[in-house]
């Protein structure tokens, strides 16, 4: 069982910037795809950005140039370090990998963009 511990959301003035970080415990397998998904009330959760073990990246077209991802495979970690945010960026962010081909999500992490 993978366990996942989000930290770094909270609460960011419109232009300012944040960097979100997840921590994986519990498995000896290194995940095959890290990444982070967002939710908004009443909408889906939607993909923000991935990273994949060989360093492959993919964002949504609303972050891209402004966020970005990486990854520390001998810890274990991926980062997401968010710029220029915008006042639609408010969410819950989640932390998500997969491992063996199975997924694991975090209990999300809120991040408000307010002045």
């Known amino acids: 069982q993978v366990q996942l511990m989000e930290s770094g959301g909270g609460l960011v003035q419109p232009g300012g910037s944040l960097r979100l970080s997840c921590a994986a415990s519990?498995?000896?397998?290194?995940?095959?795809?890290m990444g982070w998904y967002r939710q908004v009330p009443g909408k889906q959760r939607e993909l923000v950005a991935v990273i994949i073990s060989g360093g492959s990246t993919n964002y949504a077209d609303s972050v891209k140039g402004r966020f970005t991802v990486s990854r520390d495979n001998v810890k274990n970690m991926v980062y997401l370090q968010m710029n220029s945010l915008l006042s639609e960026d408010t969410a819950v962010y989640y932390c998500h990998v997969i491992v063996l081909g199975m997924d694991y999500w975090g209990k999300g992490t809120l991040v408000t963009v307010s002045s």
């Open positions: 519990g498995s000896i397998f290194r995940p095959n795809v």
